[in-house]
């Protein structure tokens, strides 16, 4: 199995604790602040589209060609067949 974690071993379920997130909305609704990590590097702070309220990577992981997509049933099916997804 590969490795898919560029930083160390892959983490065990039980080791990894849920994320407290906390968005902060202005009163306007034009503006908000949030605390979520970009979901690619971890280091900077991910960018909140609110017209849809996703979150999506950091302006240096999205300009190095990353994208975070949900993948669906086939797609998740192909992926294990061909060995990139567990």
């Not at 902060?24 to 979901?39: I, Q, Y």
């Not at 302006?59 to 997509?69: A, F, L, M, R, Y």
Request: charged share 20%; net charge positive.
């Amino acid at each position: 199995m590969r490795n898919l974690y560029p930083k160390g071993p892959i983490p065990k379920k039980k080791e990894l604790s849920p994320a407290f997130i906390e968005v902060w909305h202005h009163e306007s609704g034009l503006a908000a602040t949030h605390n979520f990590p970009c979901p690619v590097c971890k280091t900077n702070t991910a960018i909140l589209f609110m017209n849809d309220g996703q979150f999506y990577p950091c302006d240096q992981c999205s300009s190095k060609g990353w994208h975070t997509v949900k993948l669906n049933r086939f797609w998740r099916w192909a992926l294990r067949i061909a060995g990139v997804l567990s």
